[in-house]
């Protein structure tokens, strides 16, 4: 299966590949996206934050990678559900996206 590279981001360090299937005559579209420095940054952020300081309404609790957040959050809807999203950072699968301890979802 022939591969075409579309588009590098070397900054969000992303790259979508198409991928084309001539005996099926279609193609697959990949777009990966290597996370390991957000989440480096996340791991660090997470041991700054003085936990005795409270919370405010412009604390940045998390940072996303993009992939994860068009690819997954978006189309299943918990990008527009405030509940779902806060649920959601609450997962333990999810943890290295926070910058902040504490409980999100009520």
């Given at each position: 299966m022939p591969s075409i590279k579309l588009q590098?981001?070397?900054?969000r360090k992303k790259t979508t590949t198409m991928h084309i299937d001539r005996g099926?005559?279609?193609?697959?579209l990949e777009s990966k996206?290597?996370?390991?420095?957000?989440?480096?940054?996340n791991k660090a952020r997470m041991a700054?934050?003085?936990?005795?300081a409270g919370w405010n309404e412009w604390a940045q609790v998390a940072e996303i990678?993009?992939?994860?957040?068009?690819?997954?959050?978006?189309?299943s809807g918990?990008?527009?559900?405030e509940t779902r999203l806060r649920k959601w950072l609450d997962d333990r699968d999810n943890l290295l996206f926070r910058t902040r301890p504490g409980r999100m979802s009520k």
């Open positions: 590098s981001d070397p900054i099926a005559e279609g193609y697959v996206q290597d996370v390991t420095d957000i989440i480096e940054r700054l934050v003085d936990e005795n990678p993009v992939e994860v957040w068009y690819n997954h959050l978006v189309p918990i990008a527009s559900d």
